[in-house]
């Protein structure tokens, strides 16, 4: 009985050792005698016990690893000292386990001969300019020789560079200089675009002028003409109606008088006008020069004239 009683123990214990439970996000690598079996997956498993056992135990869950400090040439043969982290994930348990001994060893190494080889192809002034694209490329590179691991690198982030005290002054007066010709050079093109349109409203404003005189020239012309053009009209009405009352009885008398009142109104404005004067040698006798007046009159009427005067109805 005492021997069944054990011989139960050790079967149940044996039954406890072969039953495994498997956490979630990690997987076990079984071997038999030495050699690789199975794998067990998340959940309750059970392997032959004193047969198989559990080589390695692998997480798949995505990990940070820190990568450490280190110094690094640049194309334009400076030197850097810079650190990063890189993130990881188990892609295939089996690889990993049985391809390299130390996984995270092994990444580390080659995240960091990675970067020094990336660096190592651009000038210190891309290292800060095209940090992104040099993050993937150094993912690239990675995945590319950690293919047989079983690991795949999800993304590298470079945290910090540094670089000689020197290097970091002159960079420092490069970008104060560069600042201050940008600033020179948005100033000029400020003034140069001041002085452009200056210059256009200056030209606009003189054609403005011009065509504003141009307008002023032609409405002064042709009022001018339609001035011209009235007074013609009115003097030659008024021709034709003193032709007119010329032919009516008493209209020579009348004419005469005017004539002669036009002619003594003409010596008057002449005494205002002038100190100098011609006088007729009548001038005491105001009735002689009535009479001559009218004489002139006379004769001019007995000449033919030139052209007909038109007389307007």
Known sequence: MLILFFSLLIFLSLLYQGLKVVPEQQVWIVQRFGKYTGKLEAGLNWIIPLIDVIANRVSLKEEAIDVPEQTAITQDNVSVVLDGIVYVKVSDPVATTYGVINPINALTQLVQTTMRSEIGKIPLDKTFEERESLNAKIVEAINEAALTWGVRCLRYEIRDIKMPEEIRKAMELQMIAERQKRARILESEGVRQAQINQSEGSAQAQINESKAAQIDRINRAGGEADAIITLSN?????????????????????????????????????????????????????????????????????????YPIPVEK
């Open 234 to 306: 009115a003097t030659a009405q008024g021709i034709g109606l003193i032709a007119e009352a010329l032919g009516h009885t008493g209209g020579e008398r009348a004419a005469s008088l005017q004539i002669a009142e036009k002619y003594i109104e003409a010596f008057r404005q002449l005494a205002k006008e002038s100190n100098t004067i011609i006088l007729p040698s009548n001038l005491q006798n105001p009735s002689s020069m009535v009479l001559e007046a009218m004489t002139l009159y006379d004769a001019l009427k007995k000449k033919p004239a030139p």
